[in-house]
């Protein structure tokens, strides 16, 4: 599996509906606890394994994919946040360029520091052009990444922005709130942007219910990331509603 992330994306994308990634921030809480969260996603139909975060304090991020590979077999992919950083214990990388901003360390500089690393470890790296989207206030990937994201309402910006990205090459384009949103990305955009653009399409940020889930991807998202409202609220019960929400 661990060259072939890309097909399994696509597939999954076909074969349901949409895919389930939960989002694990290794800064929230100690590498066995997030092992054991891990493990009641995959057991509660989460199709993929997200570990990144915006800060990455505690510095147990390899540790952290290590054990969660150790407890699940759905893939676990590397959501590096805004500064790029790969484990060797991952099955592939989020290789991301964040396309909304103009600041240029953002858009090529961390990726070419990243990309020895990658190369190094045979890490399987998923071109993903990275959208950050105006949510009601501050979140953190705005503040560290200081770049202003795309307004919510300016549904042309959000297209051209994702038109450019597939013809840049990108594989998979991530339309994201930032973690804790207060608005996740509204329906209208994803609408807008589906209709320019053929590559699959990840949604996150501040969506808190499996219903705001299911309206993202009856509105075209194909992959949609849960993280705050599952480590919040860690139960089964959620976790299997936003499957169910997202799947069928
Ligand atoms: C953040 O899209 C992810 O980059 C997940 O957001 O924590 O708000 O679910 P939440």
Known sequence: MKDNMLQFLYSLKSEKKAGFFCLIDPDKQEPVESAKLAEKCQINGVDVILVGGSLMIKDNFDETVRIIKEKVSVPVLVFPGIFNFVSPYADAILFLSMMSSRNPQLLIGEQV????????????????????????????????????????????????????????????????????????????????????????????????????????????????????????????????????????
């Open 113 to 248: 520091r990243t990309a020895p690393l990658i190369k190094k470890y045979r890490v399987e790296a998923i071109p993903t052009g990275y959208f950050l989207i105006e949510s009601g206030s501050l979140t953190s990937v705005q503040f560290m990444s200081n770049s202003l994201p795309i307004p919510r309402t300016k549904y042309d910006i959000a297209a051209s922005h994702a038109l450019a990205a597939q013809y840049l090459g990108m594989k998979v384009i991530f339309f994201d709130a930032g973690s804790g949103a207060k608005q996740s990305v509204p329906t209208e955009m994803i609408k807008k942007v589906k209709e320019n653009i053929s590559i699959p399409m990840i949604i996150g940020g501040g969506i808190r219910t499996p219903e705001e889930a299911r309206e993202k991807v009856s509105a075209g998202a194909d992959f949609i990331v849960i993280g705050t409202a599952i480590e919040k609220n860690n139960q089964t019960d959620l976790i299997k509603e936003f499957a169910d929400a997202i799947h069928s």
